[in-house]
């Protein structure tokens, strides 16, 4: 199965910051959807909770945000996983108590044509690094752990372990005074090669927007614990 890299390319673009793009009374519709959620997974390794939005929960603050995205992005379908009874999740609502590591989420069907993401903070504290750097296959997580790599027994949605970005985007250096200020929770060398587009500092009201083939990560800036929502869409 082939991916269309060079369709996907030409809907490709910089990392977009809308500020104020929710005022306060919408952002907390995505609160307390969040409560009303059951729990999807809790890895208490990762120490992550994590919550799918279901389809039938919280119909008005769909059409709350399908409608910002479209103002920014166009025209877009859905793009994530589904239930084991086959029904739509909109999206991923994760509380995070440990920063995310690097990864891209480009799906689990190569024919699909990946477009953009979104993540809406809804808490302040914390920040989302974005690289120039790109990768189109699958939904991976990019690590140099050995037990990790080990890891092919995968359930359904859950993203690939590989260290094939190692060497794929030269062999610089990744800067330590970036690593120690942003990154300390990745190893130096498995960011090696990474240039940083973006430092994405969450802002409540906010939402960025960027294409699911840049590989990306959480900063190890975390005060207690942060919430957002993600969403993956698709052309």
Do not use: A
Request: proline share 3%.
């Amino acid at each position: 199965m082939q991916r269309k890299i060079e369709i996907i390319k030409k809907n490709e673009g910089k990392p977009l910051v809308v500020k104020n793009c929710f005022d306060m009374q919408q952002i907390e519709k995505f609160q307390n959807l969040y409560k009303e959620l059951p729990i999807t997974v809790h890895n208490k390794k990762q120490n992550v909770i994590k919550k799918r939005w279901l389809n039938d929960y919280g119909s008005e603050v769909e059409k709350i945000y399908y409608s910002r995205v479209r103002q920014e992005i166009g025209d877009f379908k859905y793009d994530n996983l589904k239930t084991d009874d086959g029904r739509d999740i909109l999206g991923l609502f994760q509380e995070s108590y440990n920063p995310i590591g690097l990864h891209i989420d480009g799906g689990f069907n190569l024919d699909d044509l990946i477009f953009k993401q979104t993540l809406i903070p809804l808490t302040p504290v914390g920040s989302t690094v974005i690289f120039k750097n790109r990768y189109y296959g699958q939904s991976t997580n990019f690590t140099t752990d050995e037990d990790e790599l080990k890891k092919k027994d995968l359930k359904y949605g859950q993203n690939k372990r590989s260290s094939e970005h190692i060497g794929m985007f030269g062999d610089k250096p990744f800067d330590k005074n970036l690593h120690e200020k942003f990154l300390k929770h990745e190893k130096l060398e498995n960011l090696t090669g990474l240039e940083i587009e973006l430092i994405y500092e969450w802002e409540v009201g906010s939402m960025l927007i960027f294409d699911r083939s840049n590989l990306h990560c959480s900063s190890s800036v975390i005060e207690g614990k942060k919430l957002g929502l993600t969403t993956f869409t698709k052309k």
